[in-house]
């Protein structure tokens, strides 16, 4: 339930921008054959014609854009970033540290200001009642803590920059990522997904053209193999982690 609770903010941002983009691509693309509504004339955006391509257009594009939100939510989820930017952190590592602090500013300023918020509180001070200068006054004050708290975390990462020595030689790294039998069908899985797709859009197979007409979804047989058998490796990690549960032998091989 964890992916799920942590997938439900995204869905909530990425749903409202799927509304916008859906209801602003008709309106500002005039492209399409099939007009579905003919609509007055705006001035600086003329004659008001919607067609069914710039429908189907917006629907698509914003259905993309709740997948990426999506993949990056699971991905945030599932890897830690610091494992990540650790990868690199041999041959970069000045640079690896530069975007790991720069990452993690953002989260742990919003902790941090809830944090505050919450303290200030159970002191009894409301942050939603008197006028609008008294709010202001108030959030003031909580901004100052903060801005205090951020000075002090920067002074306590700098001294254990120093307590490590760092900057005085060439750095050590030690890393334990061993890249076990599923690791290896999961990459495999994807690359082979990777591979299917791209044969499939260098032959033809896959690709769908919105404009000046929208084209047939599955246009023959061929297509809906090439489909399949990419959504097939993209379910291995999938079917490994029901294996893994379900089955002891499929557990201590892999």
């Not at 979804?217 to 090439?226: P, Q, S, Y």
Request: aromatic share 12%.
């Amino acid at each position: 339930m964890d992916g799920l609770d942590a997938w439900e903010g995204f869905l909530k941002a990425g749903v409202f921008l799927m509304l916008v983009v859906m209801m602003v691509n008709p309106l500002v693309i005039r492209a399409g054959k099939t007009i579905i509504w003919h609509g007055p004339a705006v001035p600086f955006l003329g004659k008001l014609d919607i067609s069914m391509e710039a429908v189907y257009f917006g629907a698509v594009s914003s259905l993309r854009l709740l997948v990426i939100i999506s993949i990056f939510c699971l991905y945030n989820l599932m890897i830690n970033p610091d494992r990540v930017l650790n990868l690199f952190s041999g041959v970069a590592g000045k640079s690896v540290l530069v975007i790991t602090l720069a990452t993690r500013l953002f989260p742990t300023m919003v902790r941090d200001l809830q944090r505050i918020r919450e303290v200030q509180q159970l002191r009894g001070v409301d942050f939603d009642t008197g006028s609008l200068w008294q709010r202001a006054k108030k959030y003031s004050g909580l901004y100052n803590v903060l801005l205090l708290s951020s000075l002090e975390g920067a002074m306590e990462i700098a001294e254990s920059m120093q307590a490590r020595a760092f900057g005085s030689g060439r750095r050590s790294v030690y890393s334990r990522n061993i890249l076990r039998r599923r690791d290896l069908f999961c990459l495999g899985g994807s690359l082979l997904a990777l591979l299917a797709a791209v044969w499939g859009l260098r032959y033809g197979y896959g690709r769908y053209s919105f404009y000046p007409e929208a084209d047939f979804l599955i246009k023959d047989g061929t297509t809906l193999a090439v489909l399949f058998i990419v959504l097939f490796y993209l379910s291995v990690p999938l079917i490994l982690s029901k294996g893994w549960k379900h089955c002891r032998f499929l557990k201590s091989k892999i």
